[in-house]
C-alpha cells in the first residue's frame, strides 16, 4: 500500500498570505494525485487531479504541482473560505489511499 | 445537476448488519464507476470500496474485505454498500462518490461527493 504524507499538520496563515501545503508518496505515483478540500460539515470537494489540473469552478490561486513522490499544493492568496483541511490522494492500480491532512486555520 | 443521496445509515450493535443506499441523478449513472469512502468522528478520509461502471469489477480496503459487498442497480441509478459484522472501529460517515472519468474502470479521482450518512457501531 503506498502511503502519504502530508506536512505540515497545521498552517497558520492569515488572509492574503500565500499557503504550501505538501504531500509525499513512499513510492512514485507517477502524476496520479489529487486535492481536495474539506471544511466543518461538508463533504470533500475536488480541486486539483493528476497533480496540476485544477478541476471545474476551481479558482485560479489554486494550483498543484510534482510528480512521482513530492507534490504541491499552493493556495496563491488566502480568501476567507479556504480555511480548511486539505488532503492529497493517490490513484494506483485500484489501489486509492488519502493523506492524513493539513489544516489550514486563521492566525 | 449531479446528486448523490446516501441513505440507510443508523445505530447498530457490533456483529450486526446495515446496507447504506445511495441515489445518484444528473449523470449517466451507468457509465461511471463509483465509491465508498469514510470518515470516523473527528478523523480523516479512508478509501472503503469501488465498483465498476457495469458491476464486474470491485476492489475493497483490507479493514474491510470480506465483510462489506459493494453493488449497484444501474436499471435504478443506485449504489449500494452491504455491511455486515460490524464493528466499533467501522463508525463513521460513509460517502458515495463519483468517479471522474466514464468507462469500465475506475479512475481513481474523485469529482462528486455525496453528503454522507452516519453509521454509528455500538451496544
Known amino acids: 500500500e503506498i502511503v502519504l504524507t502530508q506536512s505540515p499538520a497545521t498552517l497558520s496563515l492569515s488572509p492574503g498570505e500565500r499557503a504550501t501545503l505538501s504531500c509525499r508518496a513512499s513510492q512514485s505515483v507517477s502524476s496520479y494525485l489529487a486535492w481536495y478540500q474539506q471544511k466543518p460539515g461538508q463533504a470533500p470537494r475536488l480541486l486539483i487531479y493528476d497533480a496540476s489540473n485544477r478541476a471545474t469552478g476551481i479558482p485560479a490561486r489554486f494550483s498543484g504541482s510534482g510528480s512521482g513522490t513530492d507534490f504541491t499544493l499552493t493556495i496563491s492568496s488566502l480568501e476567507p473560505e479556504d480555511f480548511a483541511v486539505y488532503y492529497c490522494?493517490?490513484?494506483?492500480?485500484?489501489?486509492?489511499?488519502f493523506g492524513p491532512g493539513t489544516k489550514v486555520d486563521i492566525k | 445537476e449531479v446528486q448523490l443521496v446516501e441513505s440507510g445509515g443508523g445505530l447498530v450493535q457490533p456483529g450486526g448488519s446495515l446496507r447504506l443506499s445511495c441515489s445518484a441523478s444528473g449523470f449517466t449513472f451507468s457509465s461511471y464507476a463509483m465509491h465508498w469512502v469514510r470518515q470516523a468522528p473527528g478523523k480523516g478520509l479512508e478509501y472503503v470500496s469501488a465498483?465498476?461502471?457495469?458491476?464486474?469489477?470491485?476492489y475493497y480496503a483490507d479493514s474491510v474485505k470480506g465483510r462489506f459487498t459493494i453493488s449497484r442497480d444501474n436499471s435504478k441509478n443506485t449504489l449500494y454498500l452491504q455491511m455486515s459484522s460490524l464493528r466499533a472501529e467501522d463508525t463513521a460517515v460513509y460517502y458515495c462518490?463519483?468517479?471522474?472519468?466514464?468507462?469500465?474502470?475506475?479512475?481513481?479521482?474523485?469529482?462528486?461527493w455525496g453528503q454522507g450518512t452516519l453509521v454509528t457501531v455500538s451496544s
Open positions: 490522494q493517490q490513484r494506483s492500480n485500484w489501489l486509492f489511499t
Open positions: 462518490v463519483k468517479d471522474i472519468s466514464p468507462g469500465i474502470a475506475a479512475a481513481g479521482t474523485f469529482d462528486y
Open positions: 465498483i465498476s461502471s457495469n458491476g464486474g469489477s470491485t
